[in-house]
């Protein structure tokens, strides 16, 4: 099984998946989220794939976040306009993102990848 790690080098929560995948031998391809951010089409699929509401895509506690008050943006805001919103910077996207085409995780919980990629292997 490929899997895609969306990731951002400098970030210690992507290294900690990194690892993880390394050490248990999964076959991955990294994505750079920033230099190579993802589609609004791309970002549609994940989120239909993940089964997460849209706003777990966002990266909260991000210094992009904050400075363009995306919480006040992402109260009313469609489905649409926060894909929009995801694909115009890959700083606002929470990270790692790690996908098969099919399952979606966000984010990096150690139990939550043993159960996602692990366990239908």
Not at 39 to 44: F, G, I, P, Q, T
Not at 65 to 92: H, P, W
Request: with cysteine.
């Amino acid at each position: 099984m490929a899997l895609t790690l969306y990731w951002y080098p400098n970030c210690s929560t992507c290294k900690k998946a990194k690892k993880w995948l390394d050490d248990h031998h999964l076959t991955y391809k990294l994505v750079h989220l920033v230099e190579e951010t993802p589609s609004a089409d791309e970002l549609s699929t994940l989120i239909q794939h993940s089964e997460l509401p849209p706003k777990k895509f966002f990266n909260t506690s991000g210094k992009v976040y904050r400075e363009e008050n995306m919480k006040d943006k992402l109260k009313d805001a469609t489905i649409e306009q926060m894909v929009t919103y995801l694909a115009s910077n890959g700083m606002l996207i929470k990270r790692p993102i790690v996908t098969d085409g099919n399952k979606v995780t966000v984010g990096f919980k150690e139990d939550e990848f043993e159960h996602t990629w692990l366990s239908n292997n």
